[in-house]
Structure formats: C-alpha cells, structure tokens
C-alpha cells in the first residue's frame, strides 16, 4: 500500500476530476491520500472531500506558510474554531 501524504485534490481545479483521479489512485494501490489545509478558504472545500470519502482522503489542518500575511490572526482563529466543528489527522 501506498499512502500520498501531500495532496490538494479538494482544489477547484481538480474538481471535475476528483471521482477518476481516487479511482486512479487506487487503482495503484495509493489507498490513502493526506490533505493538507492551505487557509481559512480551503476549509470547507476540505472536509467535503473528506467526508465523501473517508476511507481514503483524511484532512489535515493548518495555515500554508504562502498563506500567512497581515490577517494571520484572523486566519489562526478560523482554524482554531475548525478544530471544534471537525476532526483531523494531523
């Protein structure tokens, strides 16, 4: 088994693609895929992939350092009341 531990499938450029690029993966014995949180934008977008399939794609949260700018408190904070509304890997 492989397991991918850096993916941002949960991005709108992957969406369309999202049900054959799992597939693909599984099909090469990738059975399980890491995802790492960029910024209060990509929360959502996050655990929906996570919870649709949760077998394979397990959420993790955090701030990407690309994304830490003047508002990074307010960012902090969001990511902070993530932690009481969903549940992470890492």
């Known amino acids: 088994m492989f ?3 850096h993916t941002h499938l949960y ?3 992957f969406k369309e693609e999202i049900p054959a690029l799992i597939s693909a993966c599984l099909d ?5 895929l890491f995802l790492p949180n960029i910024d209060s934008s990509t929360i ?3 655990i929906s992939l996570s919870s649709k399939y949760p077998t394979v794609c397990f959420p993790m949260m955090g701030l990407h350092p690309c994304s ?3 508002n990074y408190k307010e960012e902090l904070k969001e990511i902070e009341n993530s932690f009481q509304k969903n549940k992470y890997i890492a």
């Open 44 to 46: 959502d977008d996050l």
């Open 11 to 13: 991005l709108s450029e």
């Open 28 to 32: 090469k014995k990738i059975e399980k």
């Open 3 to 5: 397991i991918d531990t």
């Open 68 to 70: 830490v700018k003047e």
